[in-house]
């Protein structure tokens, strides 16, 4: 299970907070070289602070869909040296969205590639 906490900021300042199961997959032949992991939460919640601007779309009697809390889902593979493996470097897709129409009608998702940094402890 992850917990994610992040904040949004740009063209929209906000908060959010998301909780998926996650699956990781670390089986690869080049481990010897670059440890590499496959991690994916297929099936989790995300809770904005407020409604997002950037999933606002009108439908046909002009009311907003936007929703706080929507389906969420990452894709994501993390890179380390095989000595280092607390140590990883990870690109992610962050998916937010009302999972076919079936949370909240007339939304658009929201996807953000994230690059980051971790060391587990």
């Avoid at 670390?26 to 919640?45: E, K, L, M």
């Avoid at 706080?68 to 897709?93: D, G, Q």
Wanted: charged content about 25%.
């Amino acid at each position: 299970m992850e917990g994610l906490p992040a904040r949004q900021f740009g063209k929209q300042n906000i908060s959010e907070f998301a909780i998926a199961p996650r699956f990781t997959w670390s089986g690869f032949p080049w481990n010897d070289y670059v440890y590499t992991r496959f991690r994916v939460a297929p099936i989790g919640v995300s809770i904005n602070s407020r409604k997002s601007k950037l999933e606002e779309e009108k439908d046909s009697n002009g009311e907003n869909g936007s929703k706080r809390v929507l389906y969420y889902s990452f894709f994501e593979i993390a890179l380390s040296p095989p000595s280092a493996k607390e140590n990883e470097f990870f690109i992610r897709l962050h998916h937010r969205c009302a999972f076919f129409n079936q949370i909240a009608k007339h939304i658009n998702g929201e996807d953000f590639v994230l690059l980051g940094f971790r060391r587990d402890f």
